[in-house]
């Protein structure tokens, strides 16, 4: 009897580790080069040289006209600051849904008493409530993981829209073709400094969000 009693209090310790996996996915902190890493940058892979005098390359007789931002620089703006707020109310909104389950478990568990003065009957219908409660507790916490998965693509387009947004009116007022994310370590190994326009993107940004 204490078995099977033990066997279902360590549903409750399941929970409390989905919980933790719950805080670790939902940390918004991770660095800002996740959401704006590029994938391609098949294009720099024909060209030995980034600091030639206008930063073009020749295709079909055209001249295309490219510039970067500093990805990291973007980390500290108030509006990615405000969107990392968003990020952690959704995390604390999935921790509380998981502490009420936790605590509901608990009162149908305590509800029960001690499992060893059950009468077979009544051992039967725990042992059938608990196979139900077990498979209610996988559906939970499936559900709480999929709503903060949506919260956090929402966020993550979000910051996408906002740094595509000002990269467009940046590159039209000023004749760019292509505006590319710079990171140290990433795809792209060196830009030249004539061509950098992360303080002009962060002015854009400032000022849209005002």
Same mark, same amino acid.
Request: glycine share 4%; with cysteine.
């Given at each position: 009897?204490?078995? =099977?009693?033990?066997?279902?209090?360590?549903?409750?310790?399941?929970?409390?580790?989905?919980?933790?996996?719950?805080l670790?996915?939902? #940390?918004?902190?991770?660095g800002?080069?996740?959401?704006?890493n590029?994938?391609?940058?098949?294009?720099?892979k024909?060209?030995?040289?980034?600091?030639?005098?206008n930063?073009?390359?020749?295709a079909?007789?055209?001249?295309?006209?490219?510039?970067?931002?500093?990805?990291?620089?973007?980390?500290?703006l108030?509006v990615?600051?405000?969107?990392?707020?968003?990020?952690? #109310?959704?995390?604390? =909104?999935?921790e509380?849904k998981?502490?009420?389950?936790?605590? +509901?478990?608990?009162r149908w568990?305590?509800?029960w008493g001690?499992?060893?003065?059950?009468?077979?009957?009544e051992l039967r219908?725990?042992?059938?409530?608990?196979?139900?409660?077990?498979? +209610?507790?996988?559906r939970?916490q499936?559900?709480?993981q999929?709503?903060?998965a =949506?919260?956090?693509?929402?966020?993550?387009?979000?910051?996408?829209?906002?740094?595509?947004?000002?990269?467009?009116?940046?590159? +039209?007022?000023?004749?760019?073709?292509y505006?590319?994310?710079?990171q140290?370590?990433?795809?792209?190994?060196?830009?030249?400094?004539t061509?950098d326009?992360?303080?002009?993107?962060?002015?854009?940004?400032?000022? =849209?969000?005002?």
């Amino acid at each position: 009897m204490e078995t =099977k009693g033990n066997n279902y209090m360590k549903i409750l310790v399941g929970i409390n580790i989905v919980l933790i996996l719950l805080l670790v996915r939902a #940390e918004l902190s991770m660095g800002i080069d996740q959401f704006f890493n590029m994938k391609d940058f098949s294009m720099f892979k024909h060209s030995n040289d980034l600091s030639n005098e206008n930063n073009s390359f020749a295709a079909d007789d055209k001249t295309m006209r490219i510039c970067y931002f500093q990805a990291d620089s973007i980390g500290g703006l108030e509006v990615m600051s405000d969107l990392k707020e968003l990020g952690a #109310e959704a995390q604390k =909104k999935a921790e509380s849904k998981m502490r009420s389950k936790e605590r +509901e478990i608990q009162r149908w568990q305590e509800s029960w008493g001690d499992l060893s003065r059950l009468l077979p009957a009544e051992l039967r219908q725990y042992q059938n409530e608990a196979q139900i409660k077990e498979q +209610e507790i996988s559906r939970f916490q499936q559900q709480v993981q999929n709503e903060l998965a =949506k919260s956090q693509e929402e966020l993550l387009l979000k910051m996408v829209e906002r740094v595509s947004e000002v990269s467009k009116i940046f590159a +039209e007022e000023n004749d760019y073709d292509y505006v590319f994310s710079y990171q140290a370590g990433q795809n792209l190994y060196y830009g030249s400094p004539t061509h950098d326009v992360t303080a002009e993107l962060i002015g854009i940004m400032k000022e =849209k969000y005002k």
